[in-house]
């Protein structure tokens, strides 16, 4: 049974949270006043559709179903999870809270985006305490994974460790936050950097893009993929940590920040910053701009799942799980007679794609060569059998690239066993978007020994596995295009 979000209020983040639900399979229901709502959030839909599918080799579950509602009452009752991104205002919060309570289910995770009030105050005056936490987001939501659950000693254990089970199941990363505070634990870090970076604007040293300059090209890669301490664990060379804190802590006295200042909010002030602002961003839209952002977090995250670091390692565990989710076939007891075999569904990732605006060239082998893995695997020639030291390597490739596709589409590849018999391996994929039909790509392959790098042939179980499958892809149609050269008709 398809599970129910409800959103309630759909800004920018409210639209993340919607988007990140809905792509993961979930019904969404969104409530929000604002007669701009939809379109905001379709805007905020179509980015995700381009981007979020493409972190993952997998495909996502069906797409859920998305409303808007013109009542709360209509958007939470029979929610799972209901979480509210309204305004930043105390009084207004606690209000919408006893609104959703007067009709939710009491069991439903009710969570709050907020970034700086502490749980205890949002529970103040609810009907059920205990089920409201914070589950504080980061932007874009539908991309990056962390969430900061903070309860309190009112709150529903049970409800708590229910909501982190459902945000991992979506990917995305739960950091339970020890004893509530204000601003939590990132947004922490986040205002002791603004601060700094308006003294610095104010006292003419330096301009909002230079600042920005420092972070991008700097210290910001290295949190990216080690976070803070473990980047300061690798500055302190072979001796680690403890050296790293006795060189450079006396630095800690010296007057470089200040930390519990601000500069006041002038007039000035404020124009100097909207005009440097302008100068460095104003030529791209708002629009543009988080294209661009999804396009370098994509291609960053991606970097990190291939070294499984970081948030590529939640991003490799998920691919794990989605395989599962969608039925992937591993192995050949799992095919169903009759049929060829699916080797890849996934959607095309942003980085995949070239100045033309479609998945390059380099890409489709890229894609027929995962659905060769797969079909390796299927056969029994899986990280086990070829850490025993057989394998298959490719000896011809012949790709036809036949129509195009775009970031974000769904691919799909049916392969063709043509031959497998003794150390040979013939295979035939076809790629399609939908039915429409994208690329053939055609290898020979020869099982080889990895002790001796010579062609050998391979272990019992997975000749039979083999011949069991070309023997069942010999009833079948002959493809079009199979044992075609370049410029044969």
């Not at 601003?183 to 603004?194: G, K, N, P, S, T």
């Not at 700094?196 to 104010?202: D, P, T, V």
């Not at 490719?394 to 129509?403: F, L, N, S, V």
Request: aromatic residues 8%; glycine residues 8%; proline residues 4%.
């Amino acid at each position: 049974m398809t599970q129910v979000a409800a959103i309630i209020g759909g800004g920018v983040i409210g639209g993340g949270w919607a988007a990140r639900f809905l792509l993961n399979g979930w019904d969404v229901r969104v409530f929000d006043p604002d007669p701009e709502a939809e379109r905001k959030i379709g805007e905020v839909l179509a980015n995700a559709r381009r981007s979020l599918p493409g972190l993952y080799e997998a495909p996502l579950p069906a797409e859920g179903r998305l409303s808007f509602h013109s009542e709360i009452s209509e958007a939470v009752t029979g929610a799972a999870w209901i979480q509210e991104s309204v305004p930043e205002q105390l009084a207004m919060k606690q209000k919408v809270y006893r609104a959703i309570q007067a009709h939710c289910d009491p069991a439903a995770v009710l969570g709050s985006s907020t970034s700086g009030f502490k749980p205890s105050e949002l529970q103040e005056a609810a009907l059920r305490p205990a089920q409201i936490m914070v589950c504080h987001p980061f932007n874009p939501v539908y991309l990056l994974p962390l969430i900061e659950v903070v309860p309190t000693e009112q709150s529903d254990i049970a409800i708590v460790a229910r909501a982190e089970d459902m945000l991992r199941q979506m990917g995305m990363y739960p950091l339970r936050v020890r004893k509530e505070i204000d601003a939590h634990i990132a947004d922490r870090f986040l205002e002791a950097v603004w601060r700094e970076a308006l003294w610095l604007i104010k006292d003419g040293i330096a301009t909002t893009e230079e600042i920005d300059n420092a972070i991008r090209y700097g210290f910001g890669i290295r949190w990216a993929q080690m976070g803070l301490f473990e980047t300061y664990r690798v500055a302190g060379g072979e001796a680690g940590m403890r050296h790293f804190m006795a060189q450079f802590g006396p630095a800690l006295k010296w007057p470089w920040t200040k930390l519990m200042d601000v500069p006041e909010f002038t007039d000035d002030l404020v124009d100097m910053i909207s005009d440097q602002s302008d100068a460095q961003s104003g030529m791209h839209s708002i629009r543009e701009l988080e294209r661009i952002r999804d396009n370098n977090l994509v291609g960053m995250m991606r970097a990190l799942k291939a070294q499984d670091w970081g948030a590529g390692a939640l991003l490799k565990g998920q691919d794990q799980h989605l395989s599962a989710q969608a039925g992937m076939v591993r192995h050949v007891a799992d095919l169903q007679a009759g049929g060829l075999t699916e080797t890849l569904r996934r959607a095309v990732p942003l980085d995949w794609t070239d100045y033309n605006g479609h998945m390059n060239e380099a890409r489709y082998l890229q894609a027929f060569g995962d659905a060769t893995d797969r079909f390796m695997e299927i056969v029994g020639c899986d990280a086990a059998y070829i850490a025993s030291g057989g394998s298959y390597f490719t000896a011809e490739t012949h790709i036809r690239h036949i129509d195009e596709v775009h970031a974000g589409k769904v691919i799909r590849v049916e392969t063709y066993c043509a031959e497998g018999v003794g150390k040979k391996m013939h295979l035939f994929h076809k790629m399609f978007e939908g039915d429409r039909l994208l690329a053939t790509g055609e290898h020979m392959l020869i099982h080889v020994s990895l002790e001796t790098r010579k062609a050998s042939a391979p272990s019992a179980q997975v000749a039979q596995n083999l011949e069991r499958i070309a023997t069942a892809h010999r009833a079948l149609a002959r493809p079009e295009g199979l044992g075609r050269s370049v410029g044969r008709k």
